[in-house]
């Protein structure tokens, strides 16, 4: 019996795939779930490059739309949350399922290796890969590096230019002022705040552990472009540093990305959308 079809759209950050998702998606009766660990959390929007929502995640469902495309994994968690590649597997492919009973494609689009990985090869794990569980097509966005480069220092003066710092400021307010009241609880007392316990995405998510010198941030305020500025609103840089500094890790994590992906010889690579277009819809006929 042949495999249900799913089409994956990777590539580095800044290479353009959110874009070329949507438009494919429009061709073909998409529906995207997210492959960036850090769009997963509210209210970081700006620092992850998160495309503007027409209808935020809430619910059960928790289905967010862009341009009128259904997308999973956007907004599903609070930032004072963790949430593994296992647990992103499980979430995915319940997404997936409920998305060919629609009868239409699953798409995965975005720059985490990993998670993209784990559906691909359903991975175990355990260092080991699953038998396959789909019939995936691989696109990979491939984008000269000067270029690059280029998009990513442009994206970077965007997001200060948008508010990266107020944001930042705002989250660090309300999440270390939420996880002091978590731990000030009596033990099990939250079961079922917020709606948690009744979302598969947020059921087993955890805080974290408050850092012993004081201050209390979670794993998704390390990302690129959130520590940096933490850094400056902690008074050891100033904006001018932060912004070069958030520019230089962001052009290494890159780096990383493309070396990840090159490993693995079943991604097509494109230069534009029309021949990511054609790839996609030879695919599915």
């Not at 260092?127 to 491939?142: F, H, N, W």
């Not at 230019?161 to 989250?171: P, W």
């Not at 520019?247 to 990511?276: C, L, N, P």
Request: net charge positive.
């Amino acid at each position: 019996m042949p495999l249900p079809k799913l089409i994956a759209i990777l590539g580095p950050t800044a290479s353009g795939k959110t874009e070329l998702g949507i438009r494919i998606a429009k061709e073909i009766s998409g529906e995207i779930i997210s492959v960036d660990s850090r769009q997963m959390f509210r209210g970081m929007d700006i620092g992850t490059g998160k495309a503007v929502l027409d209808k935020v995640a809430s619910g059960k469902s928790q289905v967010a739309t862009v341009h009128g495309i259904p997308h999973f994994g956007i907004d599903i968690l609070n930032p004072n949350e963790e949430f593994t590649a296992h647990q992103f597997k499980e979430f995915a492919e319940e997404k997936i399922e409920e998305i060919l009973a629609r009868g239409h494609v699953p798409m995965l689009v975005g720059g985490t290796g990993l998670y993209a990985q784990a559906i691909i090869d359903n991975f175990t794990f355990e260092q080991t890969k699953g038998e396959a569980k789909y019939d995936v097509l691989q696109i990979g966005l491939s984008v000269p590096r000067d270029e690059l480069y280029s998009r990513i220092d442009a994206r970077v003066h965007k997001m200060i230019d948008a508010g990266l710092v107020d944001e930042v400021r705002q989250l660090r307010e309300k999440y270390s002022r939420q996880l002091r009241e978590k731990y000030s609880r009596p033990a099990g007392s939250d079961v079922g705040d917020g709606g948690s316990s009744t979302e598969k995405t947020a059921k087993n998510a955890k805080p974290h552990t408050p850092d012993p010198r004081g201050r209390e941030y979670s794993n998704a305020m390390t990302g690129i472009g959130y520590r940096q500025v933490c850094e400056h609103l902690d008074g050891k840089i100033d904006l001018e540093e932060a912004t070069r500094i958030i520019k230089r890790d962001s052009r290494h994590y890159a780096k990383r990305q493309m070396t990840w992906f090159k490993r693995d010889g079943r991604i097509k690579w494109v230069e534009d959308g029309g021949e990511a277009m054609k790839l996609a819809k030879n695919f599915l006929k």
